[in-house]
């Protein structure tokens, strides 16, 4: 089945194509009007999908080479995200699968995050522990089937990215911070300073990261620029506090369960420190992450997940709607 998969949860203008389970095309356009926010800017996001929606798409179907009328079906994220972004894409999606008379499904763009593991490895076999790490939500998941899937922790306040982005604020870098941050450690030494890695010894499976950026905060309205410690020190230090945390909060959740393999999912799952400490950690499991590019938002994961299910017969009424905080169990 051929499925035009369409992502603008965010502030990434997305569209791919999916054949039989394999990505033809995968085009994302990354809105940089908001660098000069700190943050993105939910009405310019929403203007700048409906702008580019039509020649994103376009591009997607020209380098799949196939032309409009193979598509047979549509999958488009209907949350959770910004609710104006979501809107643009629901909307161009809707229309164009009321031209074409085709089929459509509206997507959990979490669920696609997990799924984007099977882009990696097509064999990826049931049950595994998810590592949900984006920029809204640090959760654990035990992932048993398509649909059959139990939390078994999250963050109870800030997510992983958000103190990646938060983070990158302090330290007076750039948006999205998580790649500023990696960027800048690069070279650091991650044990300079020492900062909190809250429920680390607790047995419970829950994250919390605010404390973690009022130490970094707190540490910078006193740090020393003509001392030994460097701003890389302090990115390296930073980061290594996250990846920590995930890391045991992981082993966790692989006690829990007892599964054998475990993914990671969402953008912060991009980050090499994060990457090379779960291979170093889990000798004995199997390890697995998206190729960068599927991490972050994309909608080769959209149409991949959309064509699973429309190819089980389930698809969505047209009246469907936006859900800014649509939850994946
Ligand atoms: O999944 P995603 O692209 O969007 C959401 O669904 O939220 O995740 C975005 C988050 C941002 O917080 C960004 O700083 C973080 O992922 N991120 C990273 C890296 N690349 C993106 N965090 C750490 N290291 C990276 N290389
Ligand atoms: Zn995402």
């Known amino acids: ?35 000069d926010f700190g943050g993105v800017v ?15 798409v376009e591009k997607a179907i020209q380098k799949a080479g196939i032309s409009k009328t193979d598509i047979e079906g549509i999958a488009v994220t209907r949350g959770p995200g910004l609710a104006g972004t979501l809107l643009a894409g629901v909307c161009f999606s809707k229309g164009f699968a009321h031209g074409l008379k085709k089929p459509i499904i509206g997507i959990n763009h979490l669920e696609a995050h997990i799924f984007a593991n099977f ?7 049931f049950p595994f522990v998810c590592l949900l790490v984006s920029g809204g939500h640090t959760q654990l998941w035990l992932v048993e089937a398509l649909g059959g899937y139990t939390l078994l922790g999250t963050s109870r306040d ?8 938060k983070g990158a604020r302090i330290l007076g870098l750039g948006y999205p911070g998580g790649p500023e941050i990696e960027e800048l450690s690069r070279g650091g030494n991650q044990k300079a300073v020492h900062f909190p890695r809250a429920f680390i010894k607790d047995k419970n499976i829950e994250f919390s990261f605010s404390g973690l950026k009022t130490a ?21 230090s930073y980061q290594q506090a ?16 007892g599964v054998k393999t475990c993914v990671v999912a969402g953008g912060v799952a991009a ?30 994961m959209v149409a991949y997940l959309g064509e699973l299910y ?20």
Do not use: W
């Open 1 to 35: 089945m051929i499925v035009l998969g369409v992502e603008t949860s965010c502030d990434e203008t997305a569209a791919a194509i999916s054949s039989d389970s394999k990505i033809l095309s995968s085009i994302v356009s990354s809105q940089l009007i908001h660098s």
């Open 42 to 56: 939910p009405e310019l996001a929403s203007r700048e999908h409906e702008l580019l929606l039509n020649s994103i």
């Open 119 to 125: 882009l990696a490895d097509p064999n990826l076999q």
């Open 158 to 165: 800030d997510a992983a990215g958000e103190a990646f982005d």
């Open 216 to 236: 970094l905060l707190y540490y910078m309205d006193s740090y020393d620029k003509n001392g030994n410690i460097t701003k890389a020190d302090i990115a390296a």
């Open 242 to 257: 996250i990846v920590d945390i995930l890391v045991s909060k992981l082993k966790q959740a692989i006690k829990q369960t």
């Open 271 to 300: 980050n090499k420190s994060l990457r090379k400490a779960m291979k170093n950690s889990f000798t004995d499991m199997r390890v697995l992450y998206p190729d960068l590019a599927l991490c972050t938002d994309n909608a080769a």
């Open 310 to 329: 429309l190819n089980k017969g389930v698809s969505s009424a047209m009246d469907f709607d936006i859900d800014p905080n649509l939850k994946l169990a």
